[in-house]
């Protein structure tokens, strides 16, 4: 249903960059949470459907240009999180591990493991 009226709202109301919506702006005509708004863009998203966003806000897209620039945007923060992980996966080394513990089945606070 929220993602209906997701749809309705940008479709309706912000069709092109032109008019982007704040995402803040958004979050209080839809009575959403931050983290909401962005699970309800994503999904519809993976449906195909043309939400772009920018530094602005978001906002449906008119253009494949609009989409193309959202796409360019989402590789730089998948490259943004893929250099987090990279560090993560060095600082390891300072607790002497240098792989990630995959295998585990148990982790702080199962119960289990020795010492």
């Known amino acids: 249903m929220r993602k209906k ?15 982007t919506v704040k995402g803040a702006d958004l979050e209080k005509a839809l009575h959403l949470s931050g983290t909401d708004l962005r699970k309800l863009v994503n999904r519809l998203r993976q449906d195909g459907v043309p939400i772009c966003s ?3 806000g978001y906002f449906y897209a008119r253009t494949a240009g609009e989409i193309y620039a959202t796409i360019l945007q989402l590789q730089s923060m998948v490259r943004g999180l893929e250099a987090a992980i990279h560090g ?3 600082a390891l080394e300072q ?13 702080p606070g199962s119960g289990e493991g020795g010492g």
Do not use: N
Not at 96 to 105: A, D, F, I, W, Y
């Open 54 to 56: 920018s530094r602005e």
């Open 88 to 90: 993560l996966e060095s």
């Open 5 to 19: 009226q997701l749809l309705a709202y940008l479709k309706g109301a912000c069709s092109g960059r032109r008019y």
């Open 95 to 107: 607790f002497g591990e240098t792989t990630l513990p995959e295998s585990r089945q148990s982790g």
